[in-house]
């Protein structure tokens, strides 16, 4: 069936540093991908989404490009702040009216 | 503009009581949905609605009964809990037009059952 699957985590990286989450779909047809972020205490947000192959989706410095050859649709920011520390989430849905299907989850920690 | 709220935010039942999880938002969102998140699980979907009086199940539905009399409120109720309901529920609301494409989730329950 239609899944995603995402590093586990937790990642710690230092402030400034380079972020990948990586995340790869299975999926029969042509999925919208998501990634969401909840911050601590707080519900899910969209942070991003792209709804085509070869589509980039970008907010708040983080950018994810859908790779239909590599099934992925991995995360990335050039510069993380310690206001980035979260669990992030990719998700996807399958079909138009498809319910939404989400991955466990990355906890990123960022330190000072 | 609230959002969605949830209350409570912290609950304890024991094993065989009920509660309601009272979900509100103030966006007139006909879509509302309720997740659960379980460690190591990510989110899963309970049940959802498409506007009043219209619900429908969702991956994990058993346990959990719900109702939708108005825009506003999205009710999941927990008829005689276990501790396999142990966990963080969350609510989320969307326009038809979205869908399940760009959701607001509400700030989470969650709930202990011992």
């Known amino acids: 069936g239609d899944s995603v699957t995402q590093m586990e985590g937790p990642v710690t990286l230092s402030e400034e540093a380079f972020l990948t989450i990586n995340c790869t779909y299975t999926?029969?047809?042509?999925?919208?991908l998501f990634w969401y972020v909840q911050y601590p205490g707080e519900g899910l947000q969209l942070l991003l989404k792209?709804?085509?192959?070869?589509d980039k989706g970008s907010n708040k410095g983080f950018e994810a490009t859908y790779r239909k050859e590599t099934t992925s649709f991995h995360l990335e920011k050039g510069s993380v702040q310690v206001s980035d520390s979260a669990v992030y989430f990719c998700a996807l849905i399958p079909n138009r009216d498809d319910k939404i299907i989400f991955g466990k989850g990355t906890r990123l920690h960022i330190l000072p | 503009n609230a959002g969605v709220t949830q209350t409570p935010k912290f609950q304890v039942l024991k094993t065989g009581q009920s509660m309601t999880l009272q979900c509100a938002q103030d966006?007139?969102?006909?879509?509302m949905s309720w997740y659960r998140q379980d460690p190591g699980m990510g989110l899963r979907l309970i049940h959802y609605s498409v506007g009043a009086g219209i619900t429908d199940q969702g991956e994990v539905p058993n346990g959990y009964n719900v109702s939708r009399s108005t825009t506003e409120d999205f009710p999941l109720r927990l008829l005689s809990a276990a501790p396999s309901q142990t966990s963080v529920y969350f609510c989320?609301?969307?326009?038809?037009?979205?869908?399940?494409?760009?959701?607001?989730f509400g700030p989470g329950t969650r709930l202990t059952v011992t």
């Open positions: 989320a609301s969307s326009t038809p037009a979205s869908g399940f494409y760009e959701q607001y």
């Open positions: 792209a709804t085509k192959a070869d």
């Open positions: 999926a029969t047809g042509y999925p919208s």
């Open positions: 966006m007139n969102h006909e879509y």
